[in-house]
């Protein structure tokens, strides 16, 4: 069987983001439990804030749509989220709201639907982003209808749960990592379209 084609990214793109560390970690596990990996950043899909009058005037930024198509050509999509003041950072709901736009067909699905999700998130307190991630779960899931790996990877103490090279080694977050990217690996697999 053919490798599932797994997105990665972090929703910071702040220089130096404990979020982006996550990231690259989480598509290191992922690639090692079989997925096929693309890594991106959202720096280089800079989006206007959604506005519905601009769309209507202007319809969705290319990036927007560049975006979207990334997504339809994934199986499995993993987010590094930080959280701000407790939910979404803005950079990521704008991004997942402006993904949402481009209409699904017939014979092009929508990128949400048919594609199996997993989150995580790093913070230097002792949630974890753990607030944030459950904010984030219930607009994929719940709004957006997709399909979400059980399991969430919150990494508290992010300051210190990262080796001079950017290498998760807090034990408990990074086994929960290996985990994570092994049950998305194999639900895109499946469940994937």
């Known amino acids: 069987m053919t490798k599932p084609a797994i997105l990665v990214f972090a929703g910071s793109i702040r220089t130096g983001s404990i979020n982006e560390k996550l990231a690259v970690n989480a598509a290191a596990a992922i690639a090692d439990a079989g997925g096929d990996v693309s890594h991106i950043s ?28 990334r997504f339809v050509a994934s199986q499995g999509i993993f987010i590094a989220a930080p959280e701000y003041n407790g939910g979404i950072t803005p950079l990521l709901k704008n991004t997942i709201d402006w993904v949402s736009r481009p209409k699904s067909t017939e014979h092009r699905p929508g990128p949400y639907k048919g594609r199996v999700f997993a989150i995580g998130g790093a913070s230097n307190g002792g949630f974890g982003g753990y607030r944030g991630l459950l904010q984030l779960r219930h607009t994929l899931e719940n709004a957006l209808g997709t399909l979400m790996v059980p399991e969430m990877i919150s990494v508290p103490g992010a300051n210190q749960a990262f080796d001079e090279a950017g290498k998760l080694t807090a034990e408990r977050p990074a086994g929960l990592l290996k985990t994570v990217a092994e049950r998305l690996v194999a639900m895109a697999k499946t469940f994937g379209s």
């Open 42 to 69: 959202l720096s280089d899909y800079p989006l206007p804030i959604y506005n519905g009058d601009l769309e209507d005037a202007e319809g969705v930024p290319e990036n927007g749509k560049k975006l979207a198509e």
